[in-house]
């Protein structure tokens, strides 16, 4: 499964919203996560089952589906968010990440 | 607090094999889903394979399937993983993470990382 994020690069101002998608090349239900990576450091989960925020993530990251096509929203940016985020889809027992959105703040 | 400590970083010439460790502060190591995924410098994450050490069935992605071993030692909380056959395309840094939940759904604890530098 091939799962194809954009845009590549967001450049966005502090207290924006942020939006990023991600495209699944086949059904995956809701069986997608999203992890955010700064510079230097392991990547870190925020949202799985598409919407389900992990445990002490912030309330302005959120995750929706629709199909096979996945959002991350960020509202009202905070400069701690510039990072590189990555969904990864886990519905087989072969998981795959797409290529990353990197934000800018 | 779920701990997963790795082994330090490696230098290895191409055609040698890597066998890197991680070891799980957990009481429940048995039934966790552990997962390898690494990161070449300035690229993305690539998933390379996990296993449930309760069943001792690794999977493993078709990129690395003839290369990989993913291994358990229950009795010292610690997975291995092996990749034989270096070249200089794996120089990364390499990750062990936890599966979140009981059908592993993400990563949820990850280890610090494992750099590891291919290079004659």
């Known amino acids: 499964i091939v799962m194809t994020q954009s845009p590549s690069f967001l450049s966005v101002s502090p207290g924006q919203r942020a939006t990023l998608s991600c495209r699944a090349s086949q059904g995956i239900s809701t069986n997608l996560a999203w992890y955010q990576q700064k510079p230097g450091q392991a990547p870190r989960l925020l949202i799985y089952d598409a919407s389900t925020r992990a445990t002490d993530i912030p309330v302005r990251f959120s995750g929706s589906e629709s199909g096979t096509n996945f959002t991350l929203t960020i509202s009202s940016l905070q400069s701690e968010d510039s990072a590189t985020y990555y969904c990864q889809q886990y519905k087989n027992w072969f998981w795959t990440f797409g290529q990353g959105t990197k934000v800018e703040i | 607090q779920v701990q997963m400590v790795q082994s330090g970083p490696e230098m290895k010439k191409p055609g040698a094999s890597l066998k890197v460790s991680c070891t799980v502060s957990a009481d429940s190591f048995s039934n966790l889903t552990i997962i390898w995924v690494r990161q070449a410098p300035g690229r993305g994450l690539e998933w390379m394979g996990r296993t449930i050490p309760f069943l001792n069935l690794p999977h493993y992605a078709p990129t690395f399937r003839d290369r990989v071993t993913i291994t358990a030692d229950r009795s010292t909380n610690t997975i291995y993983m092996e990749l034989s056959s270096l070249r200089s395309e794996d120089t990364a840094t390499y990750y062990c993470?936890?599966?979140?939940?009981?059908?592993?759904?993400?990563?949820?604890?990850w280890g610090q990382g494992t750099t590891v530098i291919v290079s004659s």
């Open positions: 993470a936890r599966g979140n939940g009981i059908r592993a759904e993400g990563m949820d604890v």
